[in-house]
């Protein structure tokens, strides 16, 4: 009888140990977040000096302080497409025009997020920006980031035609 209560609570006490020291276990190439340098973030086994830290860090301040309000201009966009789309007699003529919109502030904002990159790795050593490369070509490959990223509208959702 006594068996029967211990062995079960004896698993238990175990799997609880076992997760909670796979959570205390630092994750791979320096820790958390999307962070640059100092040890933390997905460039952290780039090995950045200070100077270049700083220097990235600068570049992406800027870079979010011009994308912010275009991605609040694609978000509108977007939503006056939705309502477009959800009136009883939809206007094609109008729906074009927003799409139009649409295809334009992604097309800015694609060459703002190449040029951001390009300065970025401007800033890297030829080591480093290889070692970058084959990260991204890595992270692609393990369905990571933007390229490997499979069509859809995440868990759950579905899109109604």
Partial sequence: MKTRKILPAGVFLLAMLM??????QPNRHGGRGMAYGEGEGR?????????QSAEITSL???HYSTMKPLRARMVEIR???R???SEESVD???VDKVIDQQTELMNKMRKLQ????VAVKNVLSDEQVMKLEQGQRHSARMGQGRMGRVEGHGTGHRRSI
């Fill in 92 to 94: 094609l003529n109008a």
């Fill in 83 to 85: 309502t477009l789309t």
């Fill in 114 to 117: 190449i040029k951001h990159q």
């Fill in 79 to 81: 939503a006056k497409e």
């Fill in 43 to 51: 460039f952290a086994y780039l090995d950045l000096t200070e100077a």
């Fill in 60 to 62: 992406r301040t800027e």
């Fill in 19 to 24: 997760a909670t020291t796979m959570n205390a």
